[in-house]
């Protein structure tokens, strides 16, 4: 199978990404993998607090990725067979952005 043109990396992508152990030894990866949790909560206040937390961890893990020397960049397009890939991060003011690189 070929190249894909654009990898949008969005939450479900990134939590693959963490869980995929060809990806570990990037920087961003390795930092972030014990941030996201499975937990399952047993009260409604306390499965708010960990979504939060996910989301959270989520985001830090694309902001890092958007950071990336151009080194891991190049060897994460080639890990996740794509040409370019585009990351959905939130700014400072709440605003989605789109980040291709």
Known sequence: MGQVNLFTIDDSAAR???RDPRFAHLGCVSSHRGAITSAKA???RCKKKIQTATN???QAFTNCLTR???AQRNELKQLLNA???RAVRVN???Q???ITF
Do not use: D, F, Y
Request: glycine fraction near 10%.
């Open 42 to 44: 047993k009260c409604g």
């Open 96 to 98: 989605r952005v789109q």
């Open 16 to 18: 693959e990404i963490l």
């Open 92 to 94: 400072a003011k709440g």
């Open 56 to 58: 959270n961890a989520l």
């Open 68 to 70: 990336l020397p151009t």
């Open 83 to 85: 040409r370019q890939l």
